[in-house]
């Protein structure tokens, strides 16, 4: 079983209905990875959110914060620098 593991997200849905679901299918896949024992030590998504449509940014922080409270650590989509980082903690 791997150690980490990094699966980009992108929650920046045409419809807030459109990123709870993408979002809670990650959520639920999260959980489900825990119960059977297999959910890496490490978990990293790449999240991309949108950036306009209040009830598109509330969806995706609340995607963001079930994430968060599931023990997955979440970087902004494109940030290379984080991967890296990421990235070396494996080599190690």
């Known amino acids: ?46 999240v991309r959110e949108p950036t306009d449509g209040e009830k598109r940014i509330a969806a995706a922080g609340e995607i963001r914060a079930e994430l968060l409270r599931r023990d997955v650590r979440i970087v902004q989509y494109g940030d290379e620098n984080a991967l890296l980082e990421f990235a070396k903690l494996e080599a190690n």
């Open 1 to 46: 079983m791997p150690r980490r593991a990094i699966k980009p997200l992108d929650l920046d849905r045409d419809e807030p209905t459109k990123i709870y679901e993408h979002g809670d299918a990650w959520v639920r896949r999260v959980e489900r990875l825990r119960q059977v024992g297999r959910l890496p030590e490490g978990l990293l998504f790449p």
